[in-house]
């Protein structure tokens, strides 16, 4: 069973740039797709970017232009380079499928944009 470990978060002045890991203990190269998602309290889990292994990339508005999702499937490893962070982008970051059926969980690591 594949076991996700999402790293890299941290306190970013706004401006500011994070790059977060996401580490899968197992091959995720036989599935299609991956993505980054944020969860903020008191809201739903939101997906913010995906990736196809063809390299296929999709994001929401509000963080097109400044968050740039790749992967390295030999290394089962998914990365979001987020650059112009702003406070609205605070949140816990996970990385999962884009669609169902989703892999359990990570943990997920804490963004947190603020001065």
């Known amino acids: 069973q594949v076991q996700l470990v999402e790293s890299g978060g941290g306190l970013v002045q706004p401006g500011g740039s994070l790059r977060l890991s996401c580490a899968a203990s197992?091959?995720?190269?036989?599935?299609?797709?991956m993505g980054w998602y944020r969860r903020t309290p008191g809201k739903e889990r939101e997906l913010v970017a995906g990736i196809t292994r063809g390299g296929i990339t999709n994001y929401v508005d509000s963080v097109k232009g400044r968050f740039t999702i790749s992967g390295d499937y030999r290394k089962n490893t998914v990365y979001l380079q987020m650059n112009s962070l702003k406070p609205e982008d605070t949140a816990v970051y996970y990385c999962?499928?884009?669609?169902?059926?989703?892999?359990?969980w990570g943990q997920g690591t804490q963004v947190t944009v603020s001065s």
């Open positions: 999962n499928t884009p669609t169902p059926p989703h892999f359990a």
């Open positions: 197992g091959s995720i190269f036989s599935i299609t797709a």
